[in-house]
């Protein structure tokens, strides 16, 4: 415990005088708020604007939240049929790495052009797109690179195709589909937020930054930025937690492979 | 009756293409029930190949393989053998207990069945305090004797072992040597056991076959007679030079140690 505090110290420090000669910088050269809001500008008015930003953050954190389920089960279930079929694999594969390179939530455009202005159907299909690449690469990868050792061990107690995938290669993926979820948790919150930049219902933490910025309330904009990072921070604590009671010693699992 | 017999065994590996290789070539050999068996030889001479057409994990270009009186396929599917390689290979998300019983859940026992077989398994490679860890908290000679009593825990009369102990440090490796010739002495298993060190091959063994490579073959059997295995005194005992001057002129004499000082080790 008393070690964890120590660990955490640095970093709370760090914070502390980052504000501070923030605050102190927008005094002392007299910073115009459209051009930097003080700290504690910022912070007056994400505390008067509380509800509001809890309502915007409840519907870009429900969206990323429905895209993340989605992206999630589509994608365990093609990293399936990816090892089980190897010629998809080849197909799949490198389209899949493409994709990832390319930032495709662009594609909301074109995606909002197809259903109503006010859906909020466009960008849970954006979230889901982006999360269902992520895991699907990594879960794939867990289910095929299994150690040639334990498949030939496998082999030589005669099991089955199906009892290597369900002894082998399905606990081998497992660590790979929470790393996956820790890499999507926040990529699923950040493609919520620039999904509401491309028009539709100005509701969310994102289209509400935007139009915050347009009306020159700077303070309040940042506001919601601040709410922005709470919502990615929820979103990857409750990855970290989900994890580590899933897998109990999972870091060390990674770390201390046994051969 | 053999517990292996080999005859006139081939392995081609891609064979009619160009990068073809003539892993093994017309080897014969019978293996005792109740015999240790080493297969020494420099790397690429085809032991590895040998073991895994035994095990029926590769099938044979030409030639019979016989084991425990069946097809080796059919003894596969029986589970009349235990294998254990140089990696381990155990499975990080299974307790030591659990990975024991693996083969013992493949084969459909019980799990009452399968408590008290592993737990026996654990006390006879000494580690019943081991039973809820989980792999990555062992270090690898603890690991390499879990893969051991895996290995056994079917009770197989067949220990197939490709270089087990070849990640282990010396200390531990001859520890290790010392407490598997106990546990087939007292399980009366036979064991096949690849190795490229000469004084393990020498140590553990009944008969060291020397093999050679380019095509990988026999070129000589060395009868070892070290009565009473087993035994401290055993690595300090002139027959024990005896055998290992044996064997290392028979590698010599095979071209496949001295001039290229490569693959076999003296230690
Ligand atoms: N799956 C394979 N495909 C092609 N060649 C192989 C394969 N396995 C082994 N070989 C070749 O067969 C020869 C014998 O290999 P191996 O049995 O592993 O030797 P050893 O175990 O004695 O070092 C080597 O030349 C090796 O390159
Ligand atoms: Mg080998």
Known sequence: MKSRLRAALPPVVFGVAFFALWEAAVK???????????????????????????EAARVSGTNALVGLLAGTVLGVAM??????????????????????????????AVLNNM????????????VTLVVYFIVLVNVAKGLTQV?????????????????????????????????????????AVI???????????????????TSNIANSKNAAAWAYVLGACLLGLAFYLVSIIVESTATPGGAKRISGRSR | MSTVSVSNLSKIFNEGKANQVGALVDVSLSIEKGEF??????????KSTLLRLIANLLEPTSGDIVVAGKSAKQSRLDQDYGMAFQQAGLFDWRTVTKN??????????????????????????????????????????????????RALAAHPPLLLMDEPFGALDEMTREHMQAE??????????????VTHSIPEAVYLSNRVVVMSPRPGRITKIVDVNLDGHCNETTRERPEFFAAITAVREALRASGSHGHTGVGVEDR
């Open chain 1, 147 to 187: 150690s040639p050792t334990q498949i030939e061990l496998m082999r030589s107690y005669a099991a089955p195709e199906s009892a290597i995938l369900r002894k082998v290669r399905v606990p081998n993926a497992v660590p790979y589909l929470f790393t996956a979820l820790k890499i999507s948790a926040p990529a």
């Open chain 2, 37 to 46: 068996v080493s297969l020494i030889g420099p790397s690429g001479c085809g």
């Open chain 2, 180 to 193: 598997l010739l106990s546990i087939c002495a007292a399980t009366g298993t036979t064991v096949v056991f």
């Open chain 2, 100 to 149: 024991i019983e693996l083969p013992l859940e493949l084969k459909g026992w019980d799990k009452t069945k399968r408590e008290a077989r592993s737990r026996e398994m654990l006390d006879l490679v000494k580690l019943p305090e081991f039973a809820d860890h989980f792999p990555w908290q062992l270090s690898g000679g603890m690991q390499q004797r879990v893969a051991i009593a």
């Open chain 1, 115 to 126: 259903y109503s202005i006010t859906s909020e159907i466009p960008r849970r299909l954006m």
């Open chain 1, 79 to 108: 990293s399936f049929l990816l090892s089980r079929y190897r010629i998809l694999g080849d197909i799949v594969t490198p389209l899949a790495i493409a994709l990832n390179a390319i930032p495709i939530f662009v594609l909301v």
């Open chain 1, 28 to 54: 002392i050269f007299d910073l115009k708020p459209y051009f930097l809001s003080a700290p504690s500008k910022i912070w007056d008015q994400f505390a008067n604007n509380k509800s509001l930003i809890w």
């Open chain 1, 191 to 209: 493609t919520a937020f620039v999904s509401e930049y491309f028009g539709g219902a100005q509701n969310g933490l994102g289209s509400r930054i």
